[in-house]
């Protein structure tokens, strides 16, 4: 028998085993295990609510099958969050200076490594930044330049294709037009490279 909901039995009114069956038993149903349950409730009926001990877990029966068992304990947080939580509601805060974090360099000449994607490197200085065959960006990594110093050069080594400002080709170079400029290196592809912002190819 389906459960019938909800019910005010009143003084002297005859309890049948219909009511019973509708009313009484339509609780939570406390069970060792899934084995346990299926032997107990051979015909299970809809909104039936059960509790399985082993997995601590409450599930409802839709009327095809249990339903609403997870087996979430924890949220976790990884990288560039903070928060979390075992129980009850949880909060995940995003770190910026984590995920996105600043590096300033006073070098001339640096190769972009692939664990600089998703980052800034502010150059104070004249130099030329090289993307590599060991850049490795996957399609949409990217990292930022910006060009505090002058004559700011990107090149690459020679076994990736850059391309920009209406320049492609894999011994290409670009220079950022001024100082205090940002530019984007952008992976497009197995080693190629989108250059965007105010540069000029050659």
């Known amino acids: ?15 049948t085993a219909a009511s019973v069956n509708g009313y009484l038993m339509q609780g939570v149903l406390v069970f060792d295990d899934a084995s346990a349950r299926t032997a107990a409730i051979g015909t299970p009926t809809e909104g039936m609510a059960s509790y399985l001990k082993d997995t601590d877990s409450l599930e409802l029966y839709d009327g095809s099958s249990w339903v609403g068992g997870g087996d979430i304990t924890a949220v976790t947080a990884g990288t560039a969050l903070t928060g979390g939580g075992s129980s009850g509601d949880v909060t995940l805060n995003y770190d910026f200076t984590t995920a996105n974090p600043l590096t300033s360099s006073t070098a001339t000449a640096y190769t972009v490594a692939s664990s600089d994607a998703g980052s800034y490197l502010q150059f104070t200085a004249a130099g030329t930044v090289t993307i590599s065959t060991a850049t490795a960006f996957t399609a949409g990594q990217q990292v930022q330049i910006l060009a505090d110093g002058t004559a700011l050069t990107i090149a690459g080594d020679g076994g990736v294709t ?15 037009g001024n100082q205090y400029e940002a530019v984007a290196i952008v992976g497009v592809g197995s080693d190629a490279y989108r250059i965007i912002g105010n540069v000029t190819g050659a």
């Open 1 to 15: 028998m389906a459960g019938l909901g909800y019910k005010v039995f009143t003084a002297g009114e005859v309890l």
């Open 162 to 176: 850059l391309a920009g400002a209406g320049t492609a080709g894999t011994a290409v170079s670009f220079t950022v």
